[in-house]
């Protein structure tokens, strides 16, 4: 039987450790302990280390990522017990490459930890899903595939979130979408409506259609008929 653990915030932090710092300067700061335990234990796979505005980013060679944060979540010394987050970052110029991005925290030693994985423009956007150490990354990774086209390799279900799942017009957040989408509106348009949430999903899941069936018969007749309530 697993045994549940209260996790207390600072709990293994030392007392000296301010809650929150002050007068932090642009560069220059003094790294997280993780990074120099990172670069002791990865050695070359921790490709640089940055500390901007007293956060501290490490940038990991793709092909490691899994094992670092791994170890990360798993060593007593770290226990990166808390994904925040899971994004991407695309810059304008063409020849920087795309960054994946994960969002760490260390509750009871009070820590946060940017790990940044760079892929050089042109080659496949693949990079190892973190599902099988953080549960929360399911949605995370979905979302950030639905908008930069990034493929996370071991994830369950790999699909779209925001987007329908028969989305065409490509990946609204990478550099190259237009801005007004590269379909017409009518286009858009005529392709949501043509989706059939049925298909993945039963009349149970769908609250939406239930409530609607529930309501009287007065006011589902106009509802159909375009009249908007609550504003």
Not at 101 to 123: D, E, T
Not at 130 to 139: F, H, L, M, T
Not at 144 to 152: E, H, L, N, S
Not at 181 to 192: H, K, N, P, T
């Amino acid at each position: 039987m697993s045994r549940f653990e209260v996790v207390r915030t600072g709990a293994s932090a030392p007392a000296s450790q301010p809650v929150t710092q002050k007068g932090v300067s642009h560069r220059g700061a003094e790294a997280n302990p993780s990074a120099k335990a990172l670069q002791d234990k990865f050695g070359a796979a921790v490709r640089r280390v940055e500390v901007i505005w007293g956060e501290t980013v490490v940038f990991i060679d793709p092909a490691s990522v899994h094992d670092v944060i791994r170890w990360l979540h798993d060593d007593e010394s770290q226990r990166y017990d808390f994904l925040s987050d899971v994004t991407a970052v695309e810059y304008r110029d063409a020849e920087v490459p795309i960054e994946v991005v994960w969002h760490l925290r260390s509750l009871p030693f009070r820590r946060f930890l940017r790990v940044k994985a760079q892929i050089p423009k042109g080659q496949p956007l693949e990079i190892a899903s973190v599902y099988d150490i953080y549960r929360s990354a399911d949605w995370l990774e979905r979302e950030c595939y639905d908008m930069f086209g990034i493929r996370f390799s071991g994830h369950p279900d790999l699909r779209r979130i925001l987007m329908w799942e028969q989305y065409k017009e490509g990946f609204p957040l990478r550099k190259d979408f237009p801005l007004r989408g590269r379909f017409s509106r009518s286009e858009q348009l005529r392709q949501a409506l043509a989706q059939n949430p049925e298909a993945r999903y039963s009349m149970e899941e769908l609250s939406i259609a239930d409530a609607f069936a529930e309501l009287p018969e007065e006011m589902r007749a106009r509802l159909s008929k375009g009249e908007r309530t609550g504003e």
